[in-house]
């Protein structure tokens, strides 16, 4: 019993991710998760009090999906910048093709909205590119003068920042080539000897052996 109320749990929470990330939480309502999960209202209501528990559980599944990503590219055998350029490619994946990550960031930015108060983002992402950099500083692969926490900050704002933009004109369509254009612009400054390309070029093959 407890299986089958978690299997219908998980599908409700996936239906209305997936109409949070094609309407927007003001343009979703309970009777269109209804509709499209073939589910009544009354089942709907068990599992989730309330729209707004509902959008808070697909944020709440949004985070719970980073720890394993993260684990997925710090286990990688190649140097902490090869990992960080890794982690970004791993989440640009799931942003693509994770219907449950593209709803919890898209709700996220419309919480204004939402009557509930939603987990903070980012916190864990600046700390993991922090520790990544500080292992480069340490590992040699840094370049001189750059400070771990503040570079981490600026990597964070540009990695998101390129997100919502590619969602917003193409859907995130190109979002492994707008990435690429990226971190070309960016690893030379951050490279204690700047070979951006080659960098590319290694965790491209670490990324067609996961």
Known sequence: ????AETTRRFLLETAAQLFDERGYAGTSISDISTLSGRTSG????HFANKEKLALAVVEEHFATWPELI??????EVPALDRLVLLSFIVAE???????VRAGARLWMERKAIDT??????VGWIETVTELMEEARTQGTLAAGIDPGSAALSVVYA???LHTVSDALERRRHIESRLHNLWLLLLPALQAEP???????RVGLVRDRL
Do not use: D, S, T
Request: aromatic residues 16%; hydrophobic residues 55%.
């Open 94 to 100: 799931a942003f693509r093709e994770n219907v449950v």
């Open 1 to 4: 019993m407890q299986v089958r």
């Open 117 to 122: 108060e939603l987990p903070p983002p980012f």
């Open 43 to 46: 089942a709907i209501y068990f």
């Open 159 to 161: 990695f998101f920042g």
């Open 71 to 76: 684990g997925q590219a710090k286990a990688a």
């Open 195 to 201: 070979g951006p390309a080659a960098l590319l070029e």
